[in-house]
C-alpha cells in the first residue's frame, strides 16, 4: 500500500486527506478520503466518488473528538454516529485533530449566531425599498464575516496557548536533565522562538479586536442612514400610489365621456404618447431583450456537429423575432380597458368551471404470488390466460396517450410565434415534455378494447378538445386528435412493437405525430425514441429514453434535431439529457435546445458558430456562440401524496374521473378499470376476464359475417372457420395481446408478465389471423397522408355534434 498523502488545507476552510477507518472485524481499518468543510467531516471511499457518493457525514458542532493513543482518535456525535480514525504518524494525528478542534469552533460560533441573528439588529420593515435591504443585508454579513474570522483566531490563540504550554513544559523537564552544553543551548533557543510566536498571536489577536470594535461603532451609523433611507422610500411609494389612483379616476371618466378612436385603442398600432402604450413597449423591449447581442455576454455551447444538418461554418447571425405580436398585445389591451371601464358592457353570467378531482384511492398493498399465476396456467391455452391488474394502473393506453396533452401550452405559445424558428423552439419542447410523466410511471396501462374511445373535452378550461380510439387490434393501433381554439392541430397514430433483451425490453413507438398550425400553416411532423425497461428479470424497474427525434416544417424545411442520450455508469452527463439544435433549410443552425426530459427544456440563440476540435468518437464538433439560455419548458411538481396514487400528475389524476355526457365506448366506463381504481382488484380481475371473452365472441362473429359477405350462401356453411382456427384467431383477440407499456411488478422477478403479454408471437408479434378483420373504426378513417406519405386514421368529424345532441345510437356495446 502506497504511503497516504498528508492533509492538505484549501482555500475556503477546506481540509481534505486519507485516514484509516474502521469498518468491521472482519476488514478492519480501510483507508477512506476525509473532507472537513464548513463544520461536517465526510468520508468517500476515493477522491473520485467526491462528486456523486458521500459515505457518511458528521456534525462537528455536536461532536466530541477524544485522543486514543499516538495516531487513534474518535469521533462521536453523542452515540448515532462514532468514527474510530487512524492517521498514518503522530504529527498527521495532530494536524487532524487541530483541524477538528478548529472547524468544531466555528460551527459551534457559526450555529450561536444563526439562533440570534434576529436579536443582533433591528427588524426590517415589510414596506422598505429593496435596495436597502441589499445593502443592510450586505452589512451584516460584512460584520459577520468579521466576528467570525477574529474568532477563528482566537481559537487559533487557544490553540497556541495550550501547545505551546505543553512544549514549554516538556523543554523545561529537558533542561533538567544532565545533558550537554550545547544541548541546553538548543533547547532554550526553542523556547525563546515559543514564546515569541505566542507574544505575536496575541498582538494581532488585540488588532483585529480593535478593528471588529470600529467595525461596530460605524454599523450604527450605517443602519441609521438606512433606516432614513427606508422611510423615504415608503413615502415615495404612497405617493406613486396615490398618483396612479388619481390617474385611474381620470382615465376611467374620460372613457365615459368620450369614445375612444381606433389609434388609441391599440397602442401597439397609433398610440405615441400615451401611458399605457409605453407600459406595452417596454414589455416588447423586455422579450426581445434575450435576443440583444450587446445586453447578453455571449456564452460557449459545444454540441456535437452532424454534417446531414451543418453544412456551414462561420458567422451564423439569424434575424430578430418576437415572441408575440402586435394582435395579441392589441387584445390584452383591450381585456384590461374593459375591465378597469364600469360602463362597458359586461358578460351576463359565467358558468362556473368545473373543480376536478385531485386524489384517488390510494394503491392498496396486495401480495401477487406469481407462482399461483404460473400454476394455474398449466393445461391451459395461453389466449385463455387473464393476467392480472396486479401490474396495471387504473388508466387505459388512450388515456396515457392523451397525457400528451399536459403541457398544451407550449403549443398555444407556439402558435402566437411569427417566426417558424421560434415556434419550431416551442414544438420540439412539447415533443420532450410528453416523456415527462413516464420516469416513476412503471405500471402498466389497460390495452384498449377494439372501438374504446376517451374524449378529453378541456375547451372551457384550456380551450382544446382531444378524441383517443382504438382503430386496430392487429397490429394494436390508437388514433388520437386534438384540436384547440388556439389555432393548432395534433393529431397521431401509434403502434407499438417491442422486444425483449433478456435484462431490458425495449418498446419501438411506431407511426408519426403532426402539428399543424392554422395561421401560418406550418405542418410539422415526428417520431417517437425508444423506451427501454430496465431490471425487468431482476430489481427495480426504472425507465429510460434514449434515440433520436426529427421534427421537420414540411412547408418552410426547417428542422430540429434531438437526441436523448441513454444512461451510462460511466457517462459524465447528467441523466435522461437532451439536445438538439434547430437549423432552416440551408442548414444553419438558429437555435441551441438543452436539458433534460425529465424537469426541464432551455434553448439559446445562436450568434456565431465555428468548428472545433474532433471529439471523442472522430466527428468534429461546432462550438456555437450563444446568448444566455432561457428556459422554454419545466415539468410540473407531482401533486402530494403521488407516490401512493399510482405517481400520477395533476392531469392523469382527473382522466379517470367520472363524467356525464360521454360516449358509452369511453374508458371511464370501463368496469373493470373503475374497479381497480377503487382498489377492488379482486372483482376487476373478474371483470377484465370477462371484457376479453367478450371481444373473443365479437370477433368471432364478424370473421363469420365477413366470410358470408364472401361466399356464395351454399359455400358458406362449408368455408366457416373451424373450432381450431378460430382459436387460433382468439390468441390474437386477448385484451392483453403485444406489450403497449412498460408492466410493473415489486414482487420479485417481473419476466413472467412480460412473457405472458408477448405470447402471441416471437418479440410480442401477432399471430396472423386466419381471416382478416373487417372491423371499421367509427369515428377515424384511414387515408393516405399527402405531406407525410404515410397511411394514417385521420378523424372524420361527428363525435363532438353527437356529444352536443346526446345521440349515442351508432356506438357498439363493448363493455
Not at 399527402?786 to 361527428?798: R, T
Request: proline residues 6%; aromatic residues 8%; charged residues 25%.
Amino acid at each position: 500500500m502506497s504511503e497516504p498523502k498528508s492533509p492538505t488545507l484549501t482555500p475556503g476552510d477546506t481540509y481534505k486527506g486519507w485516514l484509516f477507518k474502521w469498518t468491521n472485524y472482519i476488514k478492519g481499518y480501510q483507508r477512506r478520503w476525509f473532507v472537513l468543510s464548513n463544520g461536517l467531516l465526510s468520508y468517500y471511499r476515493t477522491q473520485a466518488e467526491m462528486g456523486h457518493t458521500c459515505r457518511g457525514t458528521i456534525n462537528l458542532a455536536t461532536a466530541n473528538i477524544a485522543v486514543e493513543d499516538s495516531c487513534n482518535f474518535v469521533i462521536s456525535n453523542g452515540g448515532a454516529q462514532t468514527y474510530h480514525l487512524k492517521a498514518s504518524s503522530e504529527v498527521e494525528r495532530q494536524r487532524w485533530i487541530t483541524a477538528l478542534e478548529l472547524a468544531k469552533a466555528k460551527a459551534v460560533q457559526m450555529q450561536a449566531e444563526s439562533d440570534d441573528s434576529g436579536d443582533d439588529f433591528p427588524a426590517v420593515s415589510p414596506n422598505s425599498g429593496q435596495g436597502g435591504d441589499c445593502r443592510n443585508t450586505e452589512i451584516q454579513s460584512t460584520l459577520r464575516t468579521l466576528n467570525s474570522k477574529v474568532e477563528d483566531l482566537a481559537t487559533c490563540n487557544d490553540l497556541i496557548v495550550k501547545h505551546g504550554s505543553a512544549l514549554q513544559r516538556s523543554l523545561s523537564e529537558l533542561e533538567g536533565l544532565r545533558v550537554a552544553v550545547d544541548m541546553g543551548e538548543k533547547v532554550k533557543q526553542v523556547t525563546e522562538r515559543a514564546t515569541l510566536f505566542r507574544i505575536t498571536s496575541n498582538a494581532m489577536i488585540n488588532a483585529c479586536r480593535d478593528f471588529l470594535s470600529m467595525a461596530q461603532s460605524h454599523s450604527k451609523r450605517w443602519q441609521k442612514a438606512l433606516q432614513t433611507e427606508r422611510e423615504q422610500r415608503i413615502r415615495l411609494e404612497e405617493t406613486l400610489e396615490q398618483l396612479a389612483k388619481q390617474h385611474n379616476h381620470l382615465e376611467r371618466a374620460f372613457r365615459g365621456a368620450t369614445v375612444l378612436p381606433p389609434s388609441f385603442s391599440n397602442p401597439a398600432l397609433g398610440n405615441k404618447g400615451g401611458v399605457s402604450g409605453k407600459a406595452d413597449a417596454s414589455d416588447e423591449d423586455d422579450d426581445n431583450e434575450f435576443f440583444d447581442a450587446m445586453e447578453e455576454p455571449a456564452e460557449f455551447i459545444t454540441v456535437p456537429a452532424d454534417p446531414k444538418y451543418h453544412r456551414r461554418s462561420g458567422s451564423n447571425i439569424s434575424g430578430i423575432s418576437s415572441e408575440t405580436g402586435t394582435d395579441d398585445q392589441s387584445v390584452n389591451f383591450d381585456e384590461l380597458s374593459l375591465a378597469s371601464n364600469p360602463e362597458s358592457p359586461q358578460p351576463l353570467e359565467l358558468e362556473p368551471v368545473r373543480q376536478r378531482r385531485t386524489r384517488i384511492p390510494d394503491k392498496p398493498n396486495y401480495y401477487l404470488n406469481l407462482w399461483s399465476i404460473m400454476k394455474n396456467c398449466i393445461g391451459k391455452e395461453l389466449s385463455k390466460i387473464p393476467m392480472p391488474v396486479n401490474f396495471n394502473e387504473p388508466l387505459s393506453m388512450l388515456q396515457r396517450l392523451s397525457e400528451d396533452l399536459e403541457y398544451y401550452e407550449l403549443l398555444d405559445k407556439a402558435a402566437k410565434c411569427h417566426s417558424s424558428l421560434e415556434q419550431m423552439c416551442y414544438v420540439a419542447a412539447f415533443t420532450v415534455s410528453s416523456y415527462s410523466t413516464t420516469v416513476h410511471r412503471t405500471g402498466k396501462p389497460f390495452n384498449p378494447l377494439l372501438g374504446e374511445t376517451f374524449e378529453l373535452d378541456r375547451h372551457r378550461e384550456c380551450g382544446y378538445r382531444s378524441l383517443c380510439e382504438q382503430v386496430s387490434h392487429h397490429p394494436p393501433a390508437a388514433a388520437h386528435h386534438a384540436f384547440s381554439e388556439k389555432g393548432w392541430t395534433l393529431r397521431q397514430e401509434i403502434t407499438l412493437a417491442s422486444k425483449f433483451r433478456g435484462k431490458y425490453l425495449s418498446i419501438m413507438p411506431l407511426g408519426s405525430i403532426q402539428c399543424i398550425f392554422e395561421k401560418s400553416n406550418n405542418h410539422y411532423s415526428w417520431k417517437k425514441v425508444t423506451t427501454t425497461v430496465h431490471n425487468i428479470i431482476v430489481g427495480k424497474l426504472w425507465i429510460d429514453q434514449s434515440g433520436e427525434i426529427d421534427v421537420v416544417n414540411h412547408k418552410t424545411g426547417d428542422r430540429c434535431h434531438l437526441k436523448f442520450a441513454p444512461y451510462s455508469y460511466f457517462s459524465r452527463d447528467v441523466p435522461r439529457k437532451v439536445t438538439g439544435v434547430v437549423t432552416d433549410k440551408d442548414g444553419k443552425a438558429h437555435y441551441v435546445l438543452s436539458g433534460t426530459w425529465d424537469e426541464k427544456m432551455e434553448f439559446s440563440k445562436i450568434m456565431q458558430s465555428s468548428k472545433g476540435e474532433n471529439g471523442t468518437e472522430g466527428k468534429q464538433r461546432t462550438v456555437y456562440q450563444t446568448l444566455k439560455a432561457k428556459e422554454i419548458w419545466r415539468k410540473n411538481p407531482l401533486p402530494e401524496g403521488a407516490e401512493n396514487m399510482y405517481y400520477f400528475s395533476s392531469l392523469a389524476l382527473t382522466l379517470n374521473e367520472p363524467e356525464e355526457g360521454v360516449a358509452p365506448t369511453d374508458s371511464r366506463r370501463r368496469p373493470d378499470q373503475r374497479l381497480m381504481e377503487e382498489g377492488h382488484w379482486d372483482e376487476a380481475n373478474a371483470e377484465k376476464q370477462r371484457l376479453e371473452e367478450k371481444q373473443r365472441s365479437t370477433r368471432r362473429e364478424r370473421e363469420r359475417e365477413a366470410v358470408k359477405a364472401a361466399s356464395s350462401p351454399e359455400e358458406a356453411d362449408a368455408k366457416e372457420p373451424a373450432p381450431a382456427s378460430s382459436e387460433i384467431s382468439d390468441e390474437t383477440d386477448t385484451e392483453d395481446s403485444p406489450p403497449h407499456t412498460p408492466v410493473a411488478s415489486p414482487y420479485g422477478p417481473s419476466l413472467f408478465p412480460y412473457i405472458m403479454e408477448g405470447r402471441e408471437g416471437p418479440y410480442g408479434a401477432p399471430a396472423k389471423s386466419a381471416h382478416p378483420d373487417t372491423y371499421q373504426s367509427l369515428w377515424f378513417e384511414k387515408i393516405d397522408d399527402p405531406v407525410s406519405g404515410e397511411m394514417l386514421h385521420i378523424y372524420k368529424g361527428g363525435y363532438w355534434e353527437a356529444k352536443e345532441q346526446g345521440n349515442w345510437d351508432m356506438c357498439p356495446d363493448i363493455f
